[in-house]
């Protein structure tokens, strides 16, 4: 079964409204969670890493003061896109990995976000 | 240098039939992860097989198999015996590094569809 949800699975919004995405890891505890963005047909471009108790680390380009990461806890992670643009649109998947043993990185079900 | 290089952006496969989804990587790290997903088109990301760097052996999951050439830095994914549900986006990563709190990198994927 699923290992890492995400809430919700689509959101619709309106432009200069901000939207709040969880990630959640259901049977480990996570210290390091990641965030993706996925536009269509396209790879996933990682945007931060999250990590528990301290500031997320932003990839080069990614604006911190739009995309805000919060890692309050070891099974949550929450992104939310401040004052959403049309071009804010797009497909956000988190994915985390057990502290230690397995190698896979377990990924939530993505969250398809539109600004209208 | 790109990390993770997907040379196919399309393939088709007849039914029943084996098809190769190549995948190269460039690292000088020694320890390292290579991974194959599996996104059909509702988006999840599903885990498909893993490979050590300082696995001998080539890794089989099921119906995959990895055919993991270090020299050559290729890791490409042999899907036997296709089925029509095998028709998704592929992707290859790589982790460098042992810890498993250490990001991915991700090729551009491979859109495989299935012939009946």
């Known amino acids: 079964g699923a290992v890492v949800s995400q809430h919700p699975s689509r959101v619709i919004c309106k432009s200069g409204t901000s939207v709040k995405i969880e990630c959640r890891s259901l049977?480990?505890?996570?210290?390091?969670m990641f965030w993706y963005r996925q536009f269509p047909k396209q790879s996933l471009m990682l945007m931060a890493t999250s990590n528990e108790g301290s500031k997320a680390t932003y990839e080069q380009g990614v604006e911190k003061d739009k995309f805000l990461i919060n890692h309050a806890s070891l099974t949550l992670s929450t992104l939310t896109v401040t004052s959403a643009h049309p071009e804010d649109s797009s497909f956000y998947i988190c994915s985390a990995s057990r502290p230690s043993g397995e190698n896979e990185q377990y990924f939530g079900p993505g969250t398809r976000l539109t600004v209208t | 240098a790109q990390k993770i290089t997907q040379t196919q952006p399309g393939m088709f496969v007849q039914e029943k039939e084996a098809v190769t989804l190549d995948c190269t990587y460039d690292?000088?790290?020694?320890?390292?992860?290579l991974f194959w997903y599996k996104q059909p088109s509702s988006g999840e990301m599903i885990f498909l097989i893993y490979q050590g760097s300082y696995d001998e052996q080539n890794a089989t999951e099921g119906r995959y198999s990895l055919n993991f050439q270090k020299a050559r830095k290729s890791a490409n994914l042999v899907i036997s015996a296709s089925q029509l549900g095998d028709s998704a986006m592929y992707f290859c990563?790589?982790?460098?590094?042992?810890?498993?709190?250490?990001?991915?990198?991700f090729g551009t994927g491979t859109s495989l569809t299935v012939i009946p």
């Open positions: 049977d480990f505890q996570a210290t390091t």
């Open positions: 690292t000088s790290d020694q320890s390292y992860g």
């Open positions: 990563a790589m982790r460098e590094g042992l810890n498993t709190g250490n990001q991915f990198y």
